[in-house]
């Protein structure tokens, strides 16, 4: 499998070499998770990194010479290799994430090859494209780690009291996905109440619930890699009418874009089917942001749906709807499910209820009504 990747990668970025350097890409093509860098050609096939990684490197890297960076200089083994690969005159590099400094590090080492060095070609976005299509193996992983966010929320809400802070809210929805079998999170678990909801990626605080206010909770994991992202927005005590307008229209924006997926749609078709929903009720300027993103490796990825997102939808790509409407000064709601595209339509793998749960609590006794 991965030898027909590889050549696929060959065949998309018309390079003799690549050299890796994001941890994403790494993962995807040698299946290495720790620091270093990743070196193939038709020939050759080399894990560059050190003594931390080296016998994790053996596990997961089949096929690949390991070998450690010396004092010497970071690319010194890279120099080695390409001087072994006479014909390649062409080496990609991930541009869209090398640093500065590394580049200059790269282009230094190079320059000691004698007339020697290969042309230094940008992937530009070759590579995040060759990763929009999921296998099944990574959609399953996808789908786990998306299993895990449900479970965690299901357990979170029967904590939530008021008097809680935001804080408390993040670090019980944290606990439990680590309990439920999460390797990691996606991002920083956001936690939002009352005002703060009207922040689409508002930091955890110490502010306290208080009845009547929207809490809006967006968190993920990782599970072997892969990244899970959900958000469910709850009102602490009773909801006012106006909190149940707001929540309606979010809801009814995104059911509508999800009963309207199709592959072969643009993503900015996509995003305007949610978009005109949330306008025609009169919110339309308190959504300001995309409608979706891919999730994969990497918690943000392209495609999106949004409304200057020209790339056409294809079956396996996987896929965040998430509309929202934010006001400040009094709140806001975003429901996020995730997707895979399929034939026919769109797979949901969120499962966690969207009805506007109201939760009536004290500390020790959570009362939900739906």
Known sequence: MRK????????????DAILLTSPANMRFVAG?????????SRRQKVVVTDSRYVIAAKNECPGYEIETWTSDGYFVNLSAHLNKDE???????EDEVMTVSLYHKLEKQ????????????PLENKMN???????????????????????????????IHEGMTEKQVAAWLEFYMKEEGAEG???????????HSAMPHAIPTDKKLENGDFLTMDFGCLYQGYCSDMTRTVVIGSASEKQREIYDTVLKAQETALLGIRPGMKGSQIDAMARD???????GKYFGHALGHSVGLEI???????????????????????????????GGVRIEDVVIITEDGCENITHSTKKLLELTAQKGLSLIHI
């Open 110 to 121: 190079l320059q000691k090859n004698e007339g020697k060095s290969p042309k230094l070609i």
């Open 300 to 330: 943000h990825e392209g495609p999106n749906f949004s409304p200057r997102e020209e790339t056409v939808i294809k079956p396996g790509m996987v896929i965040t709807v998430e509309p929202g409407i934010y006001i400040e000064g009094i």
């Open 185 to 195: 999170f996606s991002f920083d678990t956001i936690a939002a109440s009352g005002e």
């Open 87 to 93: 014909n390649v005159k062409r080496l990609g590099i």
């Open 277 to 283: 929903v949330i306008t025609d009720a009169g919110y």
């Open 32 to 40: 290495f998770t720790g620091e270093g860098y990743v070196y193939f």
């Open 129 to 159: 494209q060759l990763r929009q299509i999921k296998t099944e193996k990574e959609q399953e992983r996808i789908r786990q780690a998306e299993a895990i966010g449900d479970r965690a929320f299901t357990k979170t809400i029967a904590k």
């Open 4 to 15: 027909e990747m590889e050549e696929k990668i060959f065949q998309s970025t018309e390079v």
